[in-house]
Each structure stands twice: as C-alpha cells, then as structure tokens.
C-alpha cells in the first residue's frame, strides 16, 4: 500500500527552480508534521524543511530564504518550492513525517541535479 508518492525533480541550472510534490495518505497528512530530506551518496539523510498541521515551518540555515514548505488541505498534498538553487543542493529528495521519520514511508524519492 503506496502511502506517498514524492514527485518533480529533475535537472536544472544554478539560479534556477522546481517544486516537489509529495502527494499523501489522508490519515498520515491529517496527523503528522511532514518534512523534505534529502541525501547525497556517502553522506546520512537530512532534514531541510518541515511543516506541522497548523502551518508552522522550519528550514536547515542551508535553505533559509531559499526553499518553501507548504501543504495543500484539499489535495493532501505537502510541496517544496525551491529557488535559487545551488549546485550543493544536488541530492534525492524524499517526504516523510517529520522530526521523526516513519522507516515504513520511505520512498523511491525524487532527483534533483543543479548543474553549474
């Protein structure tokens, strides 16, 4: 039983955009506080953003001003607009409930590439 599905990655120049999709369960995004992670090869996974069902945020300082959490009530649906990106942000990202993520809604993730 698929409980996300992360979506929108995908390749782009430094300075540029993208926005990810993480489409939800409803009794996961009704309960919990949901999060983007990322992870590059050799290195552990790490949170960049999260969001709890009130609407409150935080970011790593590594994204701050940068990147923006937010979820959609309607669609159960938790996104990540991410601007300015930067060749370091390279890495798959993944959705899951946040601080504390669920080792069962791990999921295939989605790359995104910043080329220089």
């Known amino acids: 039983q698929v409980q996300l599905v992360e979506s929108g990655g995908g390749l782009v120049q430094a300075g540029g955009s993208l926005r990810l999709s993480c489409a939800v369960s409803r009794v996961i995004f009704s309960f919990n506080a949901m999060g983007w992670y990322r992870q590059t090869p050799g290195k552990p996974r790490e949170l960049v953003a999260a969001?709890?069902?009130?609407?409150?945020?935080n970011y790593a300082d590594s994204v701050q001003g940068r990147f923006t959490i937010s979820r959609d009530n309607a669609k159960i649906t938790v996104y990540l607009q991410m601007n300015g990106l930067k060749p370091e942000d390279t890495a798959v990202y993944y959705c899951?409930?946040?601080?504390?993520?669920?080792?069962?809604?791990w999921g295939q993730g989605t790359q995104v590439t910043v080329s220089s």
């Open positions: 899951n409930t946040a601080p504390s993520p669920s080792r069962q809604l």
């Open positions: 969001i709890n069902t009130g609407g409150s945020t």
